[in-house]
């Protein structure tokens, strides 16, 4: 079974040669490619946060498999769903699905489900895709799509996936899907994602989560990127960088109401 797309033509276009066409505006083609463990890229429609997402993307070498962690924005399926398909569809083709690294994910955390509803309607993965196929045309892919909200679930998951991706014993990329704070003003999101974007720099996945919530800020994927972060420090990563800060405001005009965009890379 495939995986449809579900914001193809709005999100991004929908059709081969006009996505083709977008991919080589929002990708800079660099010559020096960085070997990662994770990056935290963000998931809106492309004319908003597809540059920052481009920048991040075409500077690291993207292995043939990732894992996309994702929040689930409509609450509906499995608290911690695996898409069950054999491949997802996008204007550029179909990307397969890596079914052991997802066999391993499930045996290392067994409430771990497959449930394609919460992959139905849900973009904060699918927009990834198209970058990761442009980039790595022989790309496979794990779909994870979070909807608990607990740190304890962040550590249970993202310890799961670091000894998931030692047993698959191929190179992985952890892909966390997140916007940032959403609807306030530029100003009040620049200074409240750069508490949330302090600790995601100093590898510090529970105090991530708790200046989000302490702070009422709105980054949509937290959960994602504290589990990307828990797996990343368990698989050795000691240091992160901030590619691109962002927000709708550069693109609107309207700098009272924006959503901001960041992109991290974790070594």
Known sequence: MIRQPAVAGQFYPGTEQALRRELQQLVPESSIKQHVIGVISPH??????????GKLLDGIAIPRTIIILGPNHHGVGSLTALSPEDGWQTPLGIVPIEKRLAGLIQQQVPAIQEDAAAHLREHSLEV???????????VTIVPLCLAFGDYAGCELVGSGIAA????????VLILASSDMTHYESAESAKQKDGLALERALALDPQGLVQVCRNNRITMCGVVPAAVLLVAAKALGATSAELVDYTTSGEVSGDYNQVVAYAAVTVF
């Open 44 to 53: 809106a429609g492309y004319i908003y946060s597809g540059s920052t997402a």
């Open 128 to 138: 990834q895709v198209p970058f990761l196929q442009y980039l790595r045309p022989d």
């Open 164 to 171: 998931a991706i030692r047993e698959f014993g191929e190179p």
